[in-house]
Nanobody, 115 residues
Framework: QVQLVESGGGLVQPGGSLRLSCAASGSGFSLKHMGWYRQAPGKQRELVAI???????NYVDSVKGRFTISRDNAKNTLYLQMNSLKPEDTAVYYC?????????WGKGTLVTVSS
């Protein structure tokens, strides 16, 4: 079993920055990859960024150059540094951990970009 707790969301003005964190707890699982997803009101959940074994990362085109995903293995924590935020980045952001048995999701943290 894996438990995930996201934090770091909030209200920020356009052009501002936020850093999301996802603390993972649990044991006895083999990790495939970890990622951040988001779901805006009235839209489907979409992949924002993913990090796989070896530290390889990938991003949705709309956040490339602005967002950075990283992982601290010692702290079992996943991060998403978000810079140059835009109103269209407003969404609930979810952390996901994929193992070779099943996927685990956090409950989400709300990011609102507005002046």
């Amino acid at each position: 079993q894996v438990q995930l707790v996201e934090s770091g969301g909030g209200l920020v003005q356009p052009g501002g920055s936020l850093r999301l964190s996802c603390a993972a707890s649990g044991s006895g699982f083999s990790l495939k990859h970890m990622g951040w997803y988001r779901q805006a009101p009235g839209k489907q959940r979409e992949l924002v960024a993913i990090i796989i074994s070896g530290g390889v990362t990938n991003y949705v085109d709309s956040v490339k150059g602005r967002f950075t995903i990283s992982r601290d293995n010692a702290k079992n924590t996943l991060y998403l540094q978000m810079n140059s935020l835009k109103p269209e980045d407003t969404a609930v952001y979810y952390c996901k951990v994929a193992t070779y048995v099943m996927d685990y999701w956090g409950k989400g943290t709300l990011v609102t970009v507005s002046s």
